[in-house]
């Protein structure tokens, strides 16, 4: 009821109130509730440079480590995907540990055990080119069909090397003699992750640039009748021909996941210091109560405000300014990492020494990880803000005020 | 209606700083009426009203309302009893910086979660009554001794409290102003029936016709107690 001059009616109920849990429970929390906020928006306002500052640093914190976790659980992802088609079995040849050509009988044997549906001879290896200080990846692609001095290069390599479709790129074969190959084709970019280093070739041009007798192959891959048996087939491997080493596809999986686990936790350490630094700030912000905030604590219990509703217009104050923060820097985040190249993170987090593979990944939104990041960046500064508001609460209006 | 018996209120307790601000002191108050409680500086008519108001516990002691004890009622309850039935008007107006002055009268509400219309227009009524309209969006800064006191004065009774209680509210302002606040305080208030406490060492308080009670403190005891 509004108050208006000579309408009290002080005389006719009773002078003290003593409100019942009914009353309580009928009071509109909805109402309530936005004037807590709109009474913290404004106590927000009135520290404009300190809640700023804070928002500010706040803001670039979540960026950072967001930014590591997108970018590395985008890379996973990718990964998985193209690999998704690599072969369910590869097998190469040990001799003392150490990868040697396999003989090309091998096929025969591999071929003959139960469960095997093709196995295939493959031809690769790695290329160190002393004039950009990187290796490049060599593969035979039969399905190319390429000529004896044809070649297809991906994409950062063409880059860096600054060679396109019609050039020529001279190799120094093993025998020492140059080997000068024809450009055909550059990779397109979309695989990039994979073929950031790849140079195509015919199994004529592989063997002259390696010196390579026809009779051996680098590995070799397998398909299995049932995927779910590959582990099985593997086994029967490792017993027909015991200089063998099976590679299953879900190990080559687990290895990029544990390159990309291992370089964002590298990442997030060198980021520790980061984050150890913030937290001091907020603790010192938003744990450490002026002596004006603490008056206004007990300005406000003494005109009739609860504990209860300090602690509530503590949380908003603490939602408010972290939620702002953390979905400015995810949202920030989100954008450089799918839209702005991650530009931040990929040398880190691609690597790939000198050819950066040059894609983009597919913009998603992992729930869980968004909920992992929120509890770790989100809840330590409404804890930390709640705290000290709860001790200057409770201790009475009058001592409060005073200070 | 207000009782106090044997209240007792001792700062930094145990320490070499100990301070007895209120001695055993027993008191009676009616429901309406004017009481004035004055002494000089020190006396503990500050502290006094501090605990009536249920903004502090006595350290020995017993304040009942209408028979109930206050004194040992949990914090929760003790707030309850000081939103509904309490307001204050304190010596330095204790205004929250960097609101407006509607926003300020607005405050003691904003628990009760009353619809913001309904909220307002009370509080725009008491702006009016109290000749600051023009003020409502004024920052509270920029108001003057006497108008930062009537905003005081109308955030107190925004909730409609049964009693008023005001520590010294004419110790910051010039006589002209004390004149204006103290009209507002003794005149129109009282005759609305509440029952107005208040704690002041100004002549021009407790030398006014509206008075009804006139409590002496001294060295935290009372020393005389006149009905006007």
Same mark, same amino acid.
């Given at each position: 009821?509004?108050?208006?001059?000579?309408?009290?009616?002080?005389?006719?109920?009773?002078?003290?109130?003593?409100?019942?849990?009914?009353?309580?429970?009928?009071?509109?929390?909805?109402?309530?509730?936005?004037?807590?906020?709109?009474?913290?928006?404004?106590?927000?306002?009135?520290?404009?440079?300190?809640?700023?500052?804070?928002?500010?640093?706040?803001?670039?914190?979540?960026?950072?480590?967001?930014?590591?976790?997108?970018?590395?659980?985008?890379?996973?992802?990718?990964?998985?995907?193209?690999?998704?088609?690599?072969?369910?079995?590869?097998?190469?040849?040990?001799?003392?540990?150490?990868?040697?050509?396999?003989?090309?009988?091998?096929?025969?044997?591999?071929?003959?055990?139960?469960?095997?549906?093709?196995?295939?001879?493959?031809?690769?290896?790695?290329?160190?080119?002393?004039?950009?200080?990187?290796?490049?990846?060599?593969?035979?692609?039969?399905?190319?069909?390429?000529?004896?001095?044809?070649?297809?290069?991906?994409?950062?390599?063409?880059?860096?090397?600054?060679?396109?479709?019609?050039?020529?790129?001279?190799?120094?074969?093993?025998?020492?003699?140059?080997?000068?190959?024809?450009?055909?084709?550059?990779?397109?970019?979309?695989?990039?992750?994979?073929?950031?280093?790849?140079?195509?070739?015919?199994?004529?041009?592989?063997?002259?640039?390696?010196?390579?007798?026809?009779?051996?192959?680098?590995?070799?891959?397998?398909?299995?009748?049932?995927?779910?048996?590959?582990?099985?087939?593997?086994?029967?491997?490792?017993?027909?021909?015991?200089?063998?080493?099976?590679?299953?596809?879900?190990?080559?999986?687990?290895?990029?996941?544990?390159?990309?686990?291992?370089?964002?936790?590298?990442?997030?350490?060198?980021?520790?210091?980061?984050?150890?630094?913030?937290?001091?700030?907020?603790?010192?912000?938003?744990?450490?109560?002026?002596?004006?905030?603490?008056?206004?604590?007990?300005?406000?219990?003494?005109?009739?405000?609860?504990?209860?509703?300090?602690?509530?217009?503590?949380?908003?104050?603490?939602?408010?300014?972290?939620?702002?923060?953390?979905?400015?820097?995810?949202?920030?985040?989100?954008?450089?990492?799918?839209?702005?190249?991650?530009?931040?993170?990929?040398?880190?987090?691609?690597?790939?020494?000198?050819?950066?593979?040059?894609?983009?990944?597919?913009?998603?939104?992992?729930?869980?990880?968004?909920?992992?990041?929120?509890?770790?960046?989100?809840?330590?500064?409404?804890?930390?803000?709640?705290?000290?508001?709860?001790?200057?609460?409770?201790?009475?209006?009058?001592?409060?005020?005073?200070? | 209606?207000? !009782?106090? &018996?044997?209240?007792?209120?001792? +700062?930094?307790?145990? $320490?070499? =700083?100990?301070? @007895?601000? %209120?001695?055993? #002191?027993?008191?009676?108050?009616?429901?309406?009426?004017?009481?004035?409680?004055?002494?000089?500086?020190?006396?503990?008519?500050?502290?006094?009203?501090?605990?009536?108001?249920?903004?502090?516990?006595?350290?020995?002691?017993?304040?009942?309302?209408?028979?109930?004890?206050?004194?040992?009622?949990?914090?929760?309850?003790?707030? !309850?009893? &000081?939103?509904?039935?309490?307001? +204050?008007?304190?010596? $330095?107006? =204790?205004?929250? @910086?960097? %609101?407006?002055? #509607?926003?300020?009268?607005?405050?003691?509400?904003?628990?009760?979660?009353?619809?913001?219309?309904?909220?307002?227009?009370?509080?725009?009524?008491?702006?009016?009554?109290?000749?600051?309209?023009?003020?409502?969006?004024?920052?509270?800064?920029?108001?003057?001794?006497?108008?930062?006191?009537?905003?005081?004065?109308?955030?107190?009774?925004?909730?409609?409290?049964?009693?008023?209680?005001?520590?010294?509210?004419?110790?910051?302002?010039?006589?002209?102003?004390?004149?204006?606040?103290?009209?507002?305080?003794?005149?129109?208030?009282?005759?609305?029936?509440?029952?107005?406490?208040?704690?002041?060492?100004?002549?021009?308080?407790?030398?006014?016709?509206?008075?009804?009670?006139?409590?002496?403190?001294?060295?935290?005891?009372?020393?005389?107690?006149?009905?006007?």
């Amino acid at each position: 009821m509004p108050v208006e001059a000579g309408k009290c009616d002080c005389h006719t109920t009773p002078l003290l109130l003593f409100p019942t849990a009914a009353d309580s429970a009928m009071r509109p929390l909805l109402e309530r509730q936005k004037y807590l906020i709109d009474y913290t928006l404004a106590a927000l306002l009135r520290r404009k440079t300190r809640n700023l500052g804070l928002l500010l640093v706040y803001t670039l914190l979540v960026f950072l480590f967001a930014s590591v976790l997108l970018l590395s659980q985008g890379l996973r992802r990718e990964a998985a995907l193209l690999l998704q088609d690599a072969p369910e079995v590869v097998v190469q040849k040990l001799v003392a540990g150490r990868h040697d050509p396999l003989p090309a009988a091998w096929l025969d044997t591999l071929r003959r055990i139960r469960g095997v549906s093709s196995a295939k001879g493959r031809l690769w290896g790695y290329y160190y080119d002393p004039a950009i200080k990187a290796n490049y990846t060599l593969m035979v692609a039969p399905e190319r069909e390429l000529g004896a001095d044809e070649i297809v290069v991906g994409a950062a390599l063409a880059r860096i090397r600054q060679i396109g479709v019609g050039d020529y790129l001279s190799l120094r074969a093993a025998d020492g003699r140059p080997l000068s190959l024809h450009i055909i084709g550059v990779l397109d970019s979309a695989s990039e992750l994979l073929d950031a280093d790849l140079l195509l070739l015919s199994e004529t041009g592989f063997r002259q640039l390696f010196q390579l007798p026809p009779e051996v192959y680098t590995d070799a891959v397998l398909t299995v009748r049932n995927p779910r048996e590959a582990s099985t087939v593997a086994g029967k491997i490792a017993l027909a021909l015991p200089a063998s080493r099976p590679i299953l596809r879900a190990e080559i999986l687990r290895t990029y996941d544990a390159v990309f686990h291992w370089r964002e936790g590298m990442t997030f350490v060198a980021l520790g210091s980061l984050l150890l630094a913030f937290l001091i700030l907020a603790w010192d912000k938003a744990a450490g109560l002026s002596a004006e905030e603490k008056r206004e604590i007990g300005i406000l219990k003494a005109i009739g405000w609860e504990t209860g509703d300090i602690l509530r217009m503590k949380l908003w104050e603490g939602a408010l300014l972290s939620l702002t923060a953390f979905l400015a820097g995810y949202l920030l985040a989100w954008w450089q990492v799918f839209y702005g190249g991650a530009r931040l993170f990929a040398p880190v987090l691609k690597g790939w020494a000198v050819l950066y593979p040059d894609f983009r990944l597919t913009p998603t939104v992992d729930l869980q990880q968004v909920l992992v990041l929120l509890a770790v960046t989100v809840l330590p500064y409404i804890v930390a803000t709640l705290i000290p508001g709860w001790r200057a609460a409770i201790v009475d209006p009058d001592a409060a005020m005073r200070g | 209606m207000i !009782e106090l &018996r044997e209240v007792s209120k001792v +700062f930094n307790q145990g $320490q070499p =700083n100990e301070c @007895r601000a %209120l001695r055993k #002191l027993s008191l009676h108050l009616e429901r309406g009426g004017i009481t004035v409680f004055k002494g000089p500086s020190g006396s503990g008519k500050t502290t006094l009203l501090t605990l009536i108001g249920c903004l502090a516990r006595p350290t020995a002691g017993r304040i009942t309302l209408d028979g109930r004890l206050l004194s040992n009622l949990p914090e929760r309850f003790l707030t !309850e009893v &000081r939103r509904h039935t309490f307001g +204050f008007v304190f010596q $330095q107006f =204790n205004l929250i @910086r960097g %609101l407006t002055v #509607l926003e300020n009268v607005m405050l003691p509400a904003y628990p009760l979660g009353k619809p913001y219309r309904e909220l307002r227009d009370g509080a725009r009524a008491l702006l009016d009554r109290f000749r600051l309209a023009a003020k409502a969006d004024s920052r509270v800064e920029w108001l003057s001794g006497g108008e930062a006191q009537r905003t005081a004065l109308a955030r107190a009774l925004i909730n409609d409290p049964a009693v008023l209680i005001a520590d010294e509210p004419t110790a910051n302002l010039d006589s002209a102003l004390s004149r204006e606040v103290l009209g507002l305080l003794l005149g129109e208030l009282a005759m609305q029936g509440r029952t107005v406490l208040i704690s002041s060492h100004d002549p021009l308080v407790f030398e006014a016709v509206q008075v009804d009670r006139i409590i002496e403190l001294h060295d935290g005891r009372m020393v005389g107690d006149s009905q006007c």
